[in-house]
């Protein structure tokens, strides 16, 4: 859910542009449990020819706001969470048969229907006006975001088809794929991920019908908005929803791994839902959020069609739970080819327990680099998303050690601490030399720095 992506918090990133033009191609596969066709999963790039790109079958004019780039497109078409076995793959699962086990309709049939094979390029106006998100919201930045141009993208979250799907009158659904971000650089962040969406919209008569002399309760009203609902729900509403909610989801983690989980919930709040939480739970005696769930915006759901009804939705973030629950501990691990990695996740049936047995750790290779900024207008993620581009997997952290002002030019200087290790192998340090290089080079070239190397 859109919420799980910390909106308030602005990230800061890349002018690595994607080179002129690249091409997608592959053959199709399917989801059994998706209603559209699910995206290639061969993908390769090709060389720079003109100004578009083409990705799955469609071109894509560029212009000032393309930014994605041949290494982010690499990992499109993917779907981790559709590959049997992969640890993503059994999170995935372990979700929908908690949810096709314990909410069913009249005729015993699941409740809830899963949509894994959606489209990872969306709309700007799916990822972000169906959401109510204002067109001044931070969230919006290509600092944060990967374009194909001012009107596509690669998904952000997987809020993108919630308008969508509900439009096409569904009640109830899972959504799960890949989302893009641009973010810092350690073992808990990747700008490739995978989030798993739910909603649930209630009728007056499916929400208020267990509840004794629930017959003269009513979903809507002409109030006010406050901290604890919006102008047009009734306060009976909101707390039956909300209770719905923090059940399910208190559940689903129960079920995932195990009664003696301990959960609690944290308020937040977020421009498009009203009230809202985030899920922590406690892991190794450490609190860890896990997901963001919330209220939906009612006029989100309106715009849908859906005028009558009330409902909430929730985003999780399957490599955070797998990570967890398997204890992986670097996110790098889940794109691995590595069969001593693939191995441990092969099983008899997805509940089986697994703990993951680390592969060698090879030493990691640590080098420096140092450079005078540019001006203002340097952003910390366009580094990082250029060491991405040059460096690949054998990045493991990039941070932030030491910022100088200059006492008489006021130049400012970054040095940057580059972890490099190959979770497969021993990295060589002519090798590492030679990727630093690199990033020296592309660094002046490409982001206007100077060099203090």
């Keep these: ?38 995206v290639p999963s061969d993908f390769a790039a090709s060389a720079p020819s003109s100004n578009t790109v083409e990705l799955l079958g469609k071109s894509y004019p560029q212009d000032d706001y393309s930014n994605v780039t041949e290494k982010i497109l690499s990992k499109v078409g993917k779907n981790l969470h559709n590959r049997k076995h992969h640890p993503l793959w059994l999170i ?4 929908k048969d908690h949810f096709y086990k314990h909410y069913t309709g009249r005729r015993g049939t699941p409740l809830f229907s899963v949509y894994d094979g959606l489209s990872p390029v969306v709309t700007v106006q799916q990822n972000f006006d169906s959401l109510l998100i204002p067109p001044n919201h931070a969230s919006r930045r290509k600092e944060d975001n990967y374009y194909l141009n001012r009107d596509h993208m690669l998904r952000a979250h997987t809020s993108a088809h919630q308008w969508d799907l509900i439009r096409s009158g569904l009640d109830a659904f899972l959504a799960v794929g890949d989302v893009y971000r641009r973010d810092t650089i350690d073992n808990t ?11 649930r919209l209630f009728s007056c008569h499916e929400l208020f019908s267990n509840i004794k002399d629930g017959e003269g309760l009513q979903l809507f009203e002409q109030g006010h908005r406050t901290a604890h609902k919006q102008e047009c729900h009734t306060m009976e509403a909101v707390r039956l929803v909300e209770f719905n909610l923090k059940q399910v989801l208190t559940k689903l983690m129960a079920h995932i791994f195990g009664d003696g989980l301990q959960v609690r919930w944290v308020d937040c709040c977020f421009p498009f839902t009203h009230p809202s939480f ?27 069609g859906a005028q009558d009804k009330i409902g909430w939705a929730f985003g999780l973030g399957l490599e955070r739970l797998a990570m ?17 990695f693939l191995k441990q ?27 005078w900024l540019p001006s203002e207008t340097y952003c910390e993620n ?15 952290k990039v941070v932030l050690v030491d910022e ?50």
């Excluded at 366009?382 to 493991?396: A, C, H, K, P």
């Design 1 to 38: 859910m859109a919420m799980l992506w910390k909106f308030m918090r602005v990230a800061k990133y890349s002018k690595t542009a994607l080179s002129p033009k690249v091409k997608g191609r592959g053959t199709p596969t399917h989801s059994r449990h998706s209603s559209s066709k699910s």
């Design 278 to 304: 985030e899920m922590e739970i406690n892991f190794q005696g450490e609190w860890m959020e896990v997901l963001g769930c919330g209220v939906m915006e009612q006029q989100l759901v309106n715009s849908a």
């Design 324 to 340: 967890i629950l398997y204890e992986i501990p670097d996110i790098r691990l889940f794109w691995s080819e590595d069969e001593r």
């Design 345 to 371: 996740f092969i099983g008899p049936h997805i509940w089986q327990k697994i703990k993951f047995q680390p592969l060698s750790r090879y030493p990691p290779l640590i080098n420096d680099i140092s450079f």
């Design 189 to 199: 962040h990747y700008p490739v991920f995978h989030q798993m969406e739910g909603v």
């Design 404 to 453: 100088f002002v200059h006492p008489k030019t006021k130049k400012v200087s970054h040095c940057y601490r580059i972890v490099y290790r190959h979770p497969e192998r021993t990295l060589t340090q002519d090798e590492v030399h030679r990727i630093h290089q690199a990033i020296e080079e592309s660094a002046v070239r490409e982001l206007g720095v100077e060099g203090r190397f």
């Design 92 to 95: 995935k699962e372990q979700v």
């Design 382 to 396: 366009d580094f990082y998303d250029l060491v991405r581009t040059v460096g690949g997997d054998l990045i493991e």
